[in-house]
C-alpha cells in the first residue's frame, strides 16, 4: 500500500494500488478497490464495494480511446457511494455526488456540486458543469455536454450513433445548455442542442434541435405551451 | 463480529459491523458487507457483494431524512441476490425476493411476498404492499404507493418532483391501487393516481389520474377498449 | 482453491470455489468471486467485484428452471468488466465483451464477438448471436432469439408476458432477425418478430410484427420512409 495519513479511515479488505495519492480525511468503505495512479483529495467519502481508476478495455469491435493513461482525480469533499465504478482519466470535481451502482467512464469532466444519481451511467468524452442533476438510471451518452443547472430526469435516454454502428460516422451526443430541464424516461437523438432553461416533457422523443426557454412533449416532441 | 448462531452459513471475507443481530439458518455470500444495526431474521440469504444497512448520505443540493437513524431489518425466509445495497430504515418483509444489482433506500417499507427484479430501484419513503411485482430495471422513485397484487413491468419509470428541482414543492410520487398493471416502460407522473385493478399499456406516458379497471396506452396515455 | 496454470493472474482476496478450471493466461480482478463449477478458458479477463457461475434462487411466486445446474462456461479471449454477474448454465462465446454492471442469467447463449453493455440485462432462455450489440442499460427479456449482427440501442425495454402476470401464459419474447436495429429507448411488447435489417427508430414501442427491410416510428410504432 502507498503511503497514507493518519486521518485516512480504511474498511476491511480495502485494496490500494501503488501510485495512489490520499488527502487528509479521506475515508473508503469495506472491500473497495483503488486501483493504480488515482487521485484522491481531501474530505472525499467512498462508500463499500466500488472500484475506481478503472482503465479502458474494450473488444476488437469497440471504440479505443487514445489518450486514457492519466489518473482519476477526485477533488476534496466528493461523495461516492456504494458498488460504484469509476475510470481512469476523469475529474470529479468539488463536492459532487455520485449515488450507488453509478458507472462513469473515462475522460469525463464533471464539475462543481453536480449531483449523479444512483445508477446512473455517464459514457466517455462528456462533460457536466456545475450544480447539474443528472438522476437515477439516467443514461448520458458519450459525447455529450451538459452546461450548468441542467435537470436530467430519471431513467432519460441519449444516444449518439445517427447510424447505430451501419456507417462510419462522427458520435456526436446531445448539447443541453444551461439550465434546461428533461422530463423522466424522454429519449435525445445523437447531436440535437437543447436550448437553455428549455423544459422537455416525461417521455418525449426529442428528434430535432429545441429552442432556448421552449417547452415540448409528445413522440415525436412538439412545442406546447407551458 | 458479534455474536452469531452456530447455524449461520458465511462466504469468505465477509464484514459485519457491531450491533447486527442474525437469526437462525441465515446464509450470507462471499465479500458481503452487513453494517452496523442491520437485523436479519430467520432463514434470510443474502448473496455475494451486497452492501446492507447503509446510512444516508448526502451533498449540500440533496433532501435529507431527518430519521434515518432506525435500523434495516430482514424479515424471515427472505432472499437478497448479488451486488445489492440496502438502506437503513427499512423494513423488508417475510419471503421477499430482491434481485441481484437492486437498491433500496430508507425509510422503505416492503410487505410479504413481494418480488423486487434485478437492477431495480426503490427510493426513499416509499411503500410497497403484499404480493407485488417490481421487475427488472423499474424505477420506484420516492414518496411512492404500492398496494398489494401491483405489476410493475421492466423500465418503468415514475417521477415525484413536478417542478424538476426548480420550486418548492412537496414531493410526491404516484399512488398504485390494488391489482394494478403498468406495462414495460411506461412513464408515470409525480402525484398521479393509478386506480385499482387499471392497465397501463407499454410505452404510454400517463399525465393524469386513471380509474379503476381502465386500460390505458399512448402518449399521452389514453383510454382504450380491451 | 483449485489448481491454477501458473500463468493466471489473480487480484487479491479473490474467491475460487471448488471445481472450478482456468485455462491458461486468465486475469482475475481483486474481490471477484468464482462460483462453483465455473469453466474459465484461454486469455480470459475479469473484473473486480464480479460474481461469476451464480445458481438461480427464487421464492414462492418465481419461476424456477429445471436444468439449471449446468456450469456457466466463458470461452477464449472474452472480457469481463467490474461489478458483474453471471450465471450457472450460460456460455459466453469467444471474445466476447461485458460491460460494467451487466448480470446475464441461466441458460443464455452469446455467440462470437457479441458486445453486452454497461448495467445491460439479459433475462434467461435468451440467445444471442455472433457480432450483436447490447448496448448500456437495454433489457433483453427471458426466452428473446437475437440473430447475428443485431443492434440493440441503449435504454430499449422488451417484454414477455402478454398478461403481466395475471394468466397462465406461455412465456415468449421478441425474435430480432439479422441485422435489425432498435432504436435507444424503444418498447418491444412480448413473441412480436423483426424482420431482418429492419430498423426501429428511437423510443417507439412496437406492438405487432415488423417485416424486412422496414422503418418504423411512433407510438404505436408505424412504417415510414426512410
Known amino acids: ?10 474498511g476491511r479488505h ?31 467519502t467512498i462508500g463499500s464495494n466500488c472500484v475506481v481508476g478503472i482503465q479502458p478495455a474494450a473488444n476488437e469491435r469497440m471504440r479505443k480511446d487514445s489518450d486514457a493513461e492519466r489518473n482519476l ?12 465504478s469509476l475510470y481512469a482519466g476523469s ?9 450507488d451502482h453509478a458507472s462513469i467512464r473515462e475522460n469525463v469532466q464533471i ?15 462528456t462533460t457536466i458543469g456545475k450544480n447539474c442533476t443528472v438522476q437515477t438510471q439516467a443514461y448520458v451518452t458519450g459525447d455529450t455536454t451538459l452546461e450548468d443547472n441542467v435537470f436530467i430526469g430519471p431513467c432519460v435516454s441519449m444516444s449518439n450513433d445517427k447510424y447505430m454502428g451501419a ?9 443541453i445548455k444551461q439550465g434546461a430541464k428533461i ?15 428549455a423544459i422537455v416533457g416525461a ?19 412538439k412545442k406546447i405551451d407551458a
Not at 482525480?73 to 460504484?84: D, H, P, S, Y
Not at 462543481?112 to 455517464?122: Q, Y
Open 1 to 10: 500500500m502507498p503511503h497514507m495519513p493518519q486521518s485516512t479511515r480504511l
Open 203 to 221: 417521455g418525449a422523443v426529442v428528434t430535432k434541435d429545441i429552442g432556448a426557454n421552449t417547452i415540448v412533449a409528445g413522440v415525436p416532441a
Open 167 to 175: 456507417q462510419a460516422y462522427s458520435l456526436k451526443g446531445p448539447i
Open 73 to 84: 482525480v477526485i477533488e476534496a469533499g466528493t461523495k461516492i457511494g456504494n458498488l460504484v
Open 183 to 197: 422530463g423522466n424516461n424522454a429519449s435525445l437523438l445523437p447531436g440535437i442542442t437543447i436550448g437553455s432553461h
Open 111 to 125: 464539475e462543481e456540486a453536480s449531483v449523479i444519481g444512483r445508477a446512473a451511467i455517464i459514457e466517455l468524452n
Open 91 to 99: 475529474t470529479i470535481g468539488e463536492t459532487v455526488f455520485i449515488g
Open 14 to 44: 480495502v485494496v490500494i494500488e501503488d501510485g495512489v495519492s490520499i488527502g487528509e480525511h479521506v475515508v473508503i468503505g469495506h472491500h473497495s478497490v483503488i486501483l493504480q495512479g488515482t487521485q484522491i483529495r481531501d474530505h472525499v
